[in-house]
């Protein structure tokens, strides 16, 4: 029997990014990375926007980004989500946009997903509703209305 050496590599373990979505808030581009989040280690990021075969850094702690950029940028990073909003958006900031993660000190694995942003096509980002957040509030209540107008808490 032949045991072949497998060459296991650790795909950005702890860090994968999941998803990266992009809308539109006023005049501004929201970037959503979504990610899992099963490390303590540090984790490095960047953003940034293909265009005409060429990448230009946006954010991040892994390249500079562009000088043209760093006063239009806010971010923000929680448990297993980094979003980055980019002011002024135009036609001009079209582009294949790339979020990439790697675990500090790794510089050979990471982890990255796009999204192709063109202004005309973005939609609107959905404010965060209660009701689409977690329904079963809702649900109680509505299955509680008979038992309260029974015990006449409530009239209809």
């Known amino acids: 029997m032949w045991a072949l050496p497998v060459p296991v590599l650790q795909v950005a373990r702890g860090q994968k990014v999941t998803s990266l979505t992009a809308c539109l808030v006023d005049q501004s581009l ?26 230009h850094v946006i954010f991040g702690t892994m390249g500079v980004p562009e000088h043209s950029y760093r ?29 990439e993660l790697q675990l500090s000190g790794q510089s050979t694995t990471s982890s990255s997903k796009n999204v192709s942003v063109l202004r005309d096509k973005l939609v ?33």
């Not at 929201?30 to 990448?55: G, V, W």
């Not at 006063?71 to 790339?98: A, C, P, Q, W």
């Not at 079963?136 to 209809?156: C, E, G, K």
């Open 30 to 55: 929201r970037l959503d990375c979504r990610h899992e989040n099963s490390t303590t280690s540090p984790i490095q990021y960047e953003f940034s926007i293909t265009r005409e075969k060429k990448k």
């Open 71 to 99: 006063s239009r940028t806010n971010f923000t990073s929680k448990y297993n989500i980094k979003v980055l909003y980019l002011s002024g958006f135009t036609t001009k900031d079209e582009g294949m946009y790339t979020c």
């Open 124 to 156: 609107k980002c959905e404010g965060i509703s209660l009701l689409a957040q977690n329904t079963s509030w809702l649900l109680l209540l509505l299955l509680s209305l008979p038992l309260l107008q029974a015990m006449d808490f409530i009239s209809l």
